[in-house]
């Protein structure tokens, strides 16, 4: 039976991963801070699921601790990063402390897995849950959006090393819209919004698929790839 740990999956996306993943036969284990919170996601798993309490603030200890968990559950085949929160008060505090989440906590994550994938020479997935946001700078999310890109140029880094080295380690950047969670509650501004339960199946089926890149929703792919396309006089008035 595959084992999938998803970091970050206490609510919204991450939560959702896990019942779904549960709900396709995998043994799944679950981290984040909020310990009740995983326990009532443990609850609507139906297959065997482990949970663990990580503080993706403290990297060293997290690392550590996901060691632990991949060793109660007896390894692991899939490591998802889902663990990120949204701030653009442009409060240096608040920012400083998503970039420790998003973008450090991530790559200490996923440091940390490529290394056991590649030392225990098992076939290995690692899935980051970046978003569109990455794909330009943008006024409204300049931190946020930041942590993102960072995200997709690690993940972008580690397939390429996994490719020369010649590992069989699957690097997959999950790449979500506007999706209905507690981190979106009351935002304005948003469009093409879609339930939690259903992004969670899209990405479920990025993962199984082994995509390297997946918009969730797909449509978001367009609209990236425009946004990219876009000239900056016309970019910098949006
Ligand atoms: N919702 C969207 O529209 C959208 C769009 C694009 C990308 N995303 C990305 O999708 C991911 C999930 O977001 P969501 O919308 O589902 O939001 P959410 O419901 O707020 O979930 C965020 C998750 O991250 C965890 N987390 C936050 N800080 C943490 C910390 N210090 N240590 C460990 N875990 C931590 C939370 O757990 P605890 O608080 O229990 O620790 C929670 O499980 C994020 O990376 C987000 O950037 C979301």
């Not at 297959?47 to 550590?64: C, L, N, V």
């Not at 700078?137 to 580690?158: D, H, P, V």
Request: aromatic fraction near 10%; hydrophobic fraction near 40%; charge should be positive.
């Amino acid at each position: 039976m595959k084992k999938v740990i998803i970091i970050g999956a206490s609510s919204g996306i991450g939560s959702d991963l896990a019942i779904e993943m549960s709900k396709r036969g995998y043994e799944v284990g679950i981290a984040a801070r909020r310990l009740e919170m995983l326990q009532q996601v443990a609850g609507q798993c139906t297959g065997k699921t482990y949970i663990k309490s990580i503080d993706m603030a403290r990297h060293d200890e997290a690392r550590t601790k996901l060691g632990e968990l991949i060793e109660e559950m007896g390894g692991a085949d899939i490591i998802v990063y889902n663990a990120g929160i949204g701030e653009s008060s442009g409060k240096w505090e608040k920012e400083h402390q998503m970039h420790e989440i998003n973008a450090v906590g991530f790559a200490a994550i996923a440091n940390y897995a490529f290394k056991y994938f590649r030392d225990s020479g098992r076939e290995g997935q690692i899935v980051g849950v970046s978003s569109v946001a990455g794909t330009r700078g943008s006024r409204y999310a300049i931190g946020y959006g930041a942590t993102k890109a960072f995200m997709w140029n690690y993940m972008e880094g580690q397939r390429h090393k996994a490719i020369a080295e010649k590992k069989n380690i699957t690097i997959t950047d999950i790449r979500p819209g506007f999706i209905d969670t507690p981190m979106t509650k009351g935002q304005k501004g948003m469009f093409w919004v879609v339930d939690s339960a259903y992004a969670a199946r899209l990405i479920a089926n990025a993962i199984e698929a082994k995509k390297k890149v997946a918009y969730i929703p797909g449509k978001w792919a367009f609209a990236s790839f425009v946004m990219r396309l876009l000239p900056d006089f016309i970019w910098n008035r949006s």
